[in-house]
């Protein structure tokens, strides 16, 4: 083989992986960036002292405002770990908003 027809073959071997690489690519499935972990809220069962407390988490850091069926209800300040604990307060269905988001308290049964 001479030169020219040598350089001609080895050109299309080189060539030929690097056509097919874009769409071998794109065959491949792309999985989804990860989610970002929803907000959740929930309420412990009655204590002792006929109070519960309300936990959090998943949370952006900063404060968020609680709001309680009875009426309860204040700011809370949510931790750097996106989390938050209130205690003793009344037996009540819980919700969190923060931003334009409401957080429904999971665990309140009465």
């Given at each position: 083989?001479?030169?020219?027809?040598?350089?001609?073959?080895?050109?299309?071997?080189?060539?030929?992986?690097?056509v097919a690489a874009?769409?071998?690519?794109?065959?491949?499935?792309q999985s989804?960036?990860?989610?970002?972990?929803?907000?959740?809220?929930?309420?412990?069962?009655?204590?002792?002292?006929?109070?519960?407390?309300?936990?959090?988490?998943?949370?952006?850091?900063?404060t968020?405002?609680v709001?309680?069926?009875?009426?309860?209800?204040?700011?809370?300040?949510?931790?750097?770990?996106?989390?938050?604990?209130?205690?003793?307060?009344?037996p009540?269905?819980?919700?969190?908003?923060?931003?334009?988001?409401?957080?429904?308290?999971?665990?309140?049964?009465?």
């Amino acid at each position: 083989m001479n030169r020219h027809t040598r350089l001609l073959a080895l050109s299309a071997l080189v060539a030929a992986p690097l056509v097919a690489a874009p769409t071998a690519l794109a065959a491949v499935p792309q999985s989804p960036p990860a989610a970002v972990p929803a907000a959740t809220c929930s309420v412990s069962g009655v204590l002792e002292n006929e109070k519960v407390h309300l936990s959090g988490g998943g949370f952006t850091p900063g404060t968020a405002h609680v709001f309680g069926a009875d009426g309860f209800g204040g700011t809370v300040e949510i931790g750097e770990n996106g989390g938050f604990q209130i205690m003793n307060v009344p037996p009540a269905q819980y919700s969190v908003r923060q931003g334009g988001e409401l957080t429904q308290c999971s665990g309140f049964s009465g």
